[in-house]
């Protein structure tokens, strides 16, 4: 800290006497983030006290800049992020909205903001919205890409890492999702559908398809919140289903219904092989 002060008792001199220029880019080589959100404050600060402003007009973008840059450091960086596929299984295309020339999914494909995805007849797909929300399309499935964030402190790039958030449109089809906290970060997954609008914040496995007329969701871990045009949010509990339209409003047990219970059955199965598949590509990407 010690050090710190020294800096910016320096940094302060050197506004007085307008000898040097300032750069501010040199900040974040100099302190951690912590340090260099109060040392621009501190720098601003300094600014208005001395009434450099008015002194040095050049000074003013400076000061400008030092306020922008103070509120980076605080409130963090928030950054698209495109989808990862971890493997596929026949015919899968993808493109932009409303193009009509979609291009086949590969291994190597990164799918973006506004994309859509469509999976054939035979086929499936496995992908890593965002690492804690991880889904398996199943055959004649389409959704759109939305939105993938994530938000970092500042410009760190280790342990800084403070939110993600992915929100997907499911057109038709079937998708499983397993969603996972990671670490100290937030994390986020809302689904659209057309009957209904799912969200997911903690620890969950479930299934949702639908047929455009009718959509299902089985919850087979954790709890997810759904809610249907101006109604309240309903949670379902692991081993629950819920369908819209119905003309039971409150979710069903999976013991009751042959349908949910297929559900957990396969999802399960999927949900191993999606920790396994994210499990590869990590120890992959480690060398």
């Not at 759109?144 to 890492?161: A, C, F, P």
């Amino acid at each position: 800290m010690l050090q710190v002060s020294v800096e910016i008792a320096l940094i302060c001199e050197m506004l007085k006497s307008a000898s040097t220029p300032a750069h501010a880019a040199d900040f974040p080589a100099l302190y951690s983030n912590k340090q260099r959100t109060q040392c621009i404050l501190f720098c601003a600060t300094e600014i208005i006290r001395m009434n450099c402003l008015v002194r040095f007009p050049p000074l003013i973008s400076f000061f400008l800049l030092c306020c922008g840059l103070a509120s980076c450091y605080r409130d963090g960086i928030t950054r698209q992020v495109a989808a990862r596929v971890l493997s596929m299984h026949g015919p899968v295309v993808f493109g932009i909205d409303e193009q009509t020339d979609f291009r086949p999914v590969t291994p190597e494909s990164r799918i973006h903001d506004g994309d859509i995805v469509r999976t054939s007849d035979g086929a499936l797909l496995n992908l890593a919205l965002i690492p804690a929300a991880l889904t398996q399309m199943s055959n004649n499935s389409e959704i759109k890409v939305e939105e993938l964030r994530i938000s970092k402190d500042g410009n760190e790039t280790g342990d800084g890492m403070r939110g993600r958030s992915a929100r997907i449109r499911l057109s038709g089809g079937k998708i499983t999702v397993l969603f996972s906290q990671r670490g100290k970060s937030a994390s986020q997954f809302a689904i659209s559908a057309p009957q209904a609008a799912i969200t997911a914040d903690s620890d969950c496995l479930f299934r949702i398809q639908s047929d455009g007329t009718t959509t299902r969701l089985t919850c087979v871990r954790g709890k997810v919140r759904a809610s249907r045009r101006a109604q309240p949010p309903v949670e379902i509990g692991a081993g629950y289903s819920q369908q819209w339209p119905s003309v039971r409003p409150e979710p069903i047990a999976a013991a009751d219904d042959a349908a949910a219970q297929i559900d957990i059955v396969d999802s399960l199965e999927i949900g191993n092989q999606l920790r396994e598949l994210q499990s590869g590509w990590q120890d992959r990407r480690s060398f």
